[in-house]
């Protein structure tokens, strides 16, 4: 399939909770590595990594592992502070992408606030991009949070789609105008727009039709999923229903 053609949707695959199943005993098993290789082989076009801070799930040492070893392209998700900036600028990756990030969290639990923070987000932005980092932010779908990141100059958003997949019915409806919304205001400002955080197969055919975004990242589902039918077809699944969207 030609993948450059306007219209294709990346998929991008975060393998985090390969690392947190490993984690639960110790030792090397399951590698996240040997998972992102098989994501890549199942149709992935990306794999994206968060080292967190209290290192819960990804470590350190698998960060250039990952760099060294998958065939497209790396996205570190990374807090804003100076130690993980520095692990981003020797790693380089093909993308840093800024999350929010608390130690008592079970995962992000929100957008960045790009528009509180401007100055030091700015900052952290402009070292990633002297060392040819591409700077993405994950945000909410708000107009504060885009004017703030086209403002700092990032190549990318992020937009949480988290809210959208935990709610139903007519307040799901909402949400999923909320990120249309901000897809097209994003994309008019010259932003890349990605979208990601809580889809599975049954949220993901809304958010992937919306034409301005060209890349979903899936991390979570997909591992899950994995237990039961394999990491393989389940990432295949998703590629299917992605594609289904785009009427591909």
């Not at 979208?195 to 899936?218: K, M, Q, R, S, Y």
Request: one cysteine or more.
């Amino acid at each position: 399939m030609d993948k450059n053609y306007v219209g294709f949707l990346r998929l991008g695959v975060n393998i985090d909770h390969v690392a947190t199943v490993r984690n639960a005993r110790g030792g090397i098993h399951p590698d996240p590595v040997d998972a992102a290789v098989l994501a890549i082989e199942a149709g992935a076009d990306g794999i994206t990594a968060h080292l967190r801070e209290d290192r819960r799930h990804i470590r350190d040492a698998d960060i250039p592992r990952l760099k060294e070893t998958i065939t497209k392209p790396l996205n570190f998700e990374m807090a804003a502070t100076d130690e993980m900036l520095a692990i981003a600028i020797e790693t380089k990756p093909n993308a840093a992408c800024l999350v929010p990030e608390k130690r008592e969290e079970v995962t992000t639990e929100g957008g960045l606030d790009v528009a509180g923070h401007l100055d030091r987000i700015r900052d952290i932005a402009a070292a990633l991009k002297e060392n040819d980092i591409r700077v993405s932010l994950f945000i909410e779908a708000d107009q504060k949070q885009l004017d703030a990141a086209a403002t700092i100059g990032a190549d990318i958003i992020e937009l949480h789609t988290g809210r959208y997949c935990d709610h139903t019915g007519a307040s799901r409806q909402d949400e999923l105008t909320r990120i249309q919304n901000a897809a097209q205001i994003g994309h008019d400002l010259g932003l890349e727009c990605h979208a990601g955080h809580g889809l599975g197969f049954d949220t993901v055919g809304d958010i992937a039709a919306i034409p301005e975004l060209v890349e979903l990242n899936i991390g979570h589902f997909l591992i899950g999923a994995s237990v039961l039918m394999g990491l393989k077809p389940a990432v295949s699944e998703m590629r299917r229903l992605m594609d289904q969207a785009r009427k591909i």
